[in-house]
T-cell receptor, first 110, second 115 residues
């Protein structure tokens, strides 16, 4: 099965700091790279997504950086806030197929 | 409008019993997915429905698992003869595949505990 590697498994950041989560994939056929945010007891919700024809996408404090040649992409959360504390999943998609990373548990300390 | 809903939110059952989990997708979303999320783990794909096409069952872990989708809307995931390793959160997601790069919308999940 296609695999998506995600790191770190957990992350602790001070309020105001930058949180960085990395993902790597294998299959170059993937053409959609979303990040999902999940709070305890809730389903994942789309946070931000990127297509492979751009190298960076920014939405507010959240930025995806995409390196097509390295088959890697990362999520940067600027000015991290305690309310950002959640589990973050990267995913890769082609057509109807979605493969999710194992998740990163982010804790932002006040 | 209403999002994806799932019921029950929690289900506790005894080993060997059958359970049914329900998913109501967003109206008009013809694609529906079931995933399993074990404690602290990522999302494991189980099954995918798209309109009237034959479902993609490639992720079902055993023949104890089955799912159906009636009328292209509501879906039911059935687990027969439950085992303790079936304990997990079962997530449903729907999607409108008519456009490229469409996101999945997830329900809140059903937490299944098998004693």
């Amino acid at each position: 099965q296609q695999q998506v590697k995600q790191s770190p498994q957990s992350l602790i950041v001070q309020k105001g700091g930058i949180s960085i989560i990395n993902c790597a994939y294998e299959n170059t056929a993937f053409d959609y790279f979303p990040w999902y945010q999940q709070f305890p007891g809730k389903g994942p919700a789309l946070l931000i997504a990127i297509r492979p024809d751009v190298s960076e996408k920014k939405e507010g404090r959240f930025t995806i950086s995409f390196n097509k040649s390295a088959k890697q992409f990362s999520l940067h959360i600027m000015d991290s806030q305690p309310g950002d504390s959640a589990t973050y999943f990267c995913a890769v998609s082609y057509g109807q197929n979605f493969v999710f990373g194992p998740g990163t548990r982010l804790s932002v300390l006040p | 409008g209403a999002g994806v809903s799932q019921s029950p939110s929690n289900k506790v059952t005894e080993k060997g019993k059958d359970v049914e989990l329900r998913c109501d997708p967003i109206s008009g979303h013809t694609a529906l997915y079931w995933y399993r999320q074990s404690l602290g783990q990522g999302l494991e794909f189980l099954i995918y429905f798209q309109g009237n096409s034959a479902p993609d069952k490639s992720g079902l872990p055993s023949d104890r698992f089955s799912a159906e989708r009636t009328g292209g809307s509501v879906s039911t995931l059935t687990i027969q003869r439950t085992q303790q390793e079936d304990s997990a959160v079962y997530l449903c997601a729907s999607r409108f595949p008519g456009l490229p790069y469409n996101e999945q919308f997830f329900g809140p999940g059903t937490r299944l505990t098998v004693l």
